[in-house]
C-alpha cells in the first residue's frame, strides 16, 4: 500500500530523511520509534506535503501512485491522512464547517456529489459519541478551547469521516492522560480494518499497549535503523535509544 | 491659502463647476437651502479636489481617483427600474419599512413606506422646500470643509427623513436602498435621522449597481437622544467601475448607544468616513466594518470618534481582507476632550493581505486632552497563516476553499456582531460570494 525507497528529505537545505526504505501492506499497523531528532515527524510532514520539507532523493507512492506528483488536499484525496502531533486551532472556523468542508472536498475530488447535510450531521453524530465528543465541542471553533485530549480525539474523529486508506499518527499519545490514552486507543483500533493500513509514529512504548503494531521499526538519524516484531518495543522501552544513537551515526 | 493648488484646476473640478452652475435652479429647496448649496459649494471650490498633500486625504487622493465629473442622473426609465427590482432581491426577506432611490430618484414602486405609530418616513425633497432643509444640510459633526461632505450638501436632491417618537421602539427595520442603473453618472443621497429619547431603531443603507462608471455620494446624519439607540448596517456593494464617497455623521446625547457596521463590498474607490460625537454622559459606541477588494481597488475607512463626555465607552473594530493589487486604507483616530474621563476607547484595524501586491495602510491615532482614560489602539496587517492553512489542506481542502474559510473566520468575527439575523445573512452571503469568486 505505502512504499517508500531510498527517501531524502531536508529543510533549509539541512538533511532530516536520510535513505528511508517501507514498506507498509494493507491491514498491517507499523510502529516507528525512535529517539528526538530521528526524523519520524518529519516522515509524516513530507508524506503529507507540508511545503517548508523538499524531497531530494527517493519516491514514496500509495497504492501505486506518487504522493510527491500531488499536493498536500490531492494527497489526502488519495487516502492518506495524518493525525497531527499539535493539533492546530482556528478560532472563527466552526468544527462542524470544517468537517464537512474536509468530507465535501475529497468527496468532489472523488467525482462523488456533496454529501446532503442531514445525511452528514447523522454520520458525524455517530461518530461523535463514540470518541465522547459533544455537540457543544462541534459548534465551537476548530479545536479551540479543547483540552490535548479532546484534540486528538478530534483527530481520531476526522480520520474516521474521511476513510482514509493509510492513516499516519504523529505521537497521537504525546500529551494524554492513560484514560485520553484509551479512548483514542479505542477509536484508532475500530478503524483497522483489511483495507486500511497505519504508521503509528511514538517516542514511547505505551501506546503499543493499546494499539498493537504487526511491524516495529527503529528510525535513527533519518533512516529506519531495525525492523522486528511487537516485542522490539519492550526492549526499546527497557534499553532506551542509546545504541541507535550512536549506531546510525557510525 | 494656497494659492500655488488653485491656480490650475482639474477637469473633474471644471466639470463639477459647471454642472452646478446648470444644476442649481433645478435643484429643490427654499431660499435658504440656496443659499447653503452655493455656501457649500464655494467652500468646495475654495479647497478643490484633496491631494494626497492635504494630510486627510493622504492615503487616499482624491483629485487622482476623480479624473472627471459624471452628469447627474436623469430619472430611470422602465428598464432600470427593472433592473433595481433584481438588484433588491436578497433583501427581500428583511421585513422593512423601504425608501428606494434608483440612480437617486425615489421610486415608489420598490418603496415600502409604512411606519407603526411613532415613526415617521419621509422624502428630504420635502423637507428642503418646507423650512427644514438647512438643518438637514448641516450635520454639525463632520469636520468644517470636508469636501465629500460639501459637494454632497450642494448637489443632493433627495434622501430620507426618519424620526422616531421618544420612546418608541421601530417595530421593522428602515432600509434605505440606493441602485445605480444605466453606464455613468452622479447620484447623491442622504438620510437625515433622529430618535428621540429613550427610542430605539435599525436603520439599513444598501448601495448596489452591477455595471457602470458611477460617482455615488451619500451622507447620514444620525441623532440620537438621551437614553436611545441606533443600529445602523450599511453595505456598500457598488459597481466594480463606481467611485463612492460616503459619510456618517452621529451626534451621540447622554446614556445613549450607538450600533454601526459598514460592509464595504464594491467600488472602485470607496471611501467610508465615520464621524461620532459623544455629547452627553454615559454613553457606548460599537463602531465596526468589514470589507473585501481585489484587483486594484481601493477602500479607505477614515473615522474620528470624539469624546466630549464623562464616562462614554467606544470600540472600533475594521476588518479587511485584500487580494490582487488592492489597496486599504485606514484613518481612526479617538479624541479625548478637556473633562471627557473615565473614557474607555479600544480602536482595532486588521488586514489580511492574500497576494504579494495588495497593500494596507493603517494610521490609528489617539488624542488625549483627560488624565483619568483608558484608552488603546491596535493594528495589524499580516498573510493567512501557512500552518493552519497546512492542517486545513491535509484534510483534503484545496488550497483557494481553505483560504476562503480562514477569511470567512477573520471577517466572521465583526459580521456576527449583527444582531438582525437576515441582515447577517445578507452580509455573510456577500463575503462568500467575494470568496467563490476568488477560487
Redesign the interface.
Known amino acids: 500500500m505505502l512504499s517508500i525507497k531510498n527517501l531524502h528529505a531536508s529543510i533549509e537545505d539541512k538533511p532530516i530523511l536520510r535513505g528511508l526504505d517501507l514498506e507498509v501492506k494493507p491491514g498491517e499497523v507499523h510502529a516507528i520509534m525512535g529517539p528526538n531528532g530521528s526524523g519520524k515527524s518529519t516522515l509524516s510532514y513530507v508524506l503529507a506535503g507540508k511545503d517548508d520539507y523538499e524531497v531530494t532523493e527517493g519516491s514514496a507512492t500509495l497504492d501505486g501512485q506518487d504522493l510527491f506528483a500531488l499536493a498536500a488536499d490531492e494527497r489526502a484525496a488519495a487516502g492518506l491522512f495524518l493525525a497531527f502531533q499539535y493539533p492546530l486551532e482556528i478560532p472563527g472556523v466552526a468544527t462542524m464547517t470544517f468537517l464537512k468542508a474536509a468530507v465535501n472536498a475529497q468527496r468532489r475530488a472523488r467525482g462523488e456529489g456533496d454529501l446532503p447535510t442531514p445525511q452528514f450531521m447523522k454520520l458525524v453524530r455517530e461518530k461523535a459519541d463514540g470518541l465522547g465528543i459533544s455537540t457543544d465541542m462541534l459548534k465551537r471553533g476548530l479545536n479551540v478551547g479543547f483540552s490535548g485530549g479532546e484534540k486528538k480525539r478530534n483527530e481520531i474523529l476526522q480520520m474516521a469521516l474521511l476513510e482514509p486508506k493509510l492513516c499516519v499518527l504523529d505521537e497521537t499519545d504525546s500529551g494524554l492522560d492513560i484514560d485520553a490514552l484509551k479512548v483514542v486507543s479505542e477509536g484508532v483500533n475500530a478503524l483497522r480494518a483489511q483495507n486500511r493500513a497505519f504508521v503509528v509514529i511514538t517516542h514511547y512504548q505505551r501506546l503499543l499497549d493499546h494499539i498493537t503494531p504487526d511491524v516495529v521499526h527503529v528510525m535513527a538519524k533519518g533512516r529506519i535503523v531495525r525492523t522486528g516484531g511487537p516485542e522490539l518495543a519492550h526492549e526499546l522501552e527497557a534499553r532506551g535509544y542509546a545504541d541507535y544513537v550512536g549506531e546510525a551515526a557510525a | 491659502m494656497n494659492a500655488e493648488v488653485r491656480s490650475i484646476r482639474t477637469a473633474a473640478e471644471t466639470a463639477l463647476s459647471e454642472i452646478f452652475a446648470s444644476a442649481f435652479a433645478g435643484l429643490p429647496g427654499d431660499s435658504a437651502v440656496a443659499e447653503r448649496r452655493r455656501t457649500a459649494f464655494d467652500a468646495f471650490k475654495a479647497a478643490g479636489l484633496p491631494s494626497r498633500r492635504v494630510e486627510d486625504w493622504k492615503y487616499t487622493d482624491l483629485r487622482a481617483l476623480m479624473r472627471d465629473a459624471k452628469p447627474i442622473a436623469g430619472a430611470p426609465d422602465g428598464v432600470m427600474i427593472a433592473a433595481a427590482r433584481g438588484a433588491l432581491a436578497p433583501y427581500a426577506a428583511i421585513d422593512a419599512t423601504r425608501v428606494t432611490f434608483v440612480n437617486g430618484r425615489f421610486v415608489e414602486e420598490l418603496s415600502d413606506l409604512a411606519t407603526a405609530e411613532g415613526v415617521s418616513v419621509t422624502l428630504l425633497k420635502d423637507a428642503l422646500v418646507n423650512g427644514a432643509g438647512v438643518e438637514a444640510l448641516s450635520d454639525g459633526v463632520s469636520p468644517a470643509g470636508n469636501v465629500a461632505v460639501a459637494l454632497n450638501a450642494a448637489f443632493v436632491a433627495d434622501g430620507v427623513v426618519v424620526s422616531v417618537a421618544p420612546g418608541v421602539t421601530a417595530s421593522r427595520p428602515i432600509h434605505v436602498a440606493n441602485v445605480q442603473a444605466g453606464s455613468e453618472h452622479a447620484a447623491y443621497g442622504r438620510v437625515v435621522a433622529r430618535v428621540g429619547e429613550g427610542g430605539n431603531v435599525l436603520l439599513i443603507e444598501s448601495h448596489i449597481g452591477d455595471a457602470g462608471a458611477h460617482q455615488t455620494n451619500s451622507v447620514i446624519m444620525l441623532d440620537v437622544a438621551d437614553g436611545a439607540r441606533a443600529e445602523l448596517v450599511k453595505i456598500q456593494d457598488e459597481s466594480l467601475d463606481t467611485l463612492h464617497l460616503a459619510t456618517l455623521a452621529v451626534r451621540l446625547g447622554a446614556k445613549a448607544e450607538l450600533k454601526t457596521f459598514a460592509l464595504a463590498a464594491g467600488a472602485r474607490a470607496a471611501r467610508q468616513q465615520i464621524y461620532v460625537s459623544f455629547t452627553g454622559d454615559g454613553s457606548t459606541a460599537e463602531i465596526r466594518g468589514a470589507g473585501f477588494a481585489g484587483a486594484s481597488r481601493h477602500l479607505d475607512t477614515t473615522l474620528v470618534v470624539d469624546h466630549d463626555a464623562v464616562g462614554c465607552s467606544s470600540r472600533e473594530h475594521f476588518k479587511t481582507a485584500l487580494d490582487g493589487e488592492a489597496r486599504s486604507v485606514f484613518q481612526g483616530k479617538i479624541v479625548v476632550k478637556p473633562g471627557a474621563q473615565k473614557t474607555d476607547g479600544k480602536m482595532m484595524a486588521q488586514a489580511l493581505l492574500l497576494s504579494e501586491g495588495a497593500e494596507a495602510d493603517a494610521k490609528p491615532e489617539l488624542e488625549i486632552f483627560a488624565d483619568d482614560v483608558v484608552c488603546g489602539h491596535g493594528a495589524t496587517v499580516g498573510a493567512l497563516d ?3 492553512l ?10 483557494k ?2 483560504e476562503a ?2 477569511v ?3 471577517v ?2 465583526v459580521i456576527e456582531t449583527i444582531e438582525h439575523e437576515g441582515l447577517r445573512e445578507v452580509v455573510t452571503d456577500r463575503a462568500l460570494a467575494w470568496l467563490t469568486a476568488r477560487t
Do not use: C
Open positions: 501557512d500552518e493552519l497546512f492542517y486545513l489542506k491535509s484534510r483534503g481542502i484545496p488550497q476553499e481553505a474559510l480562514m470567512q473566520a477573520f466572521g468575527e
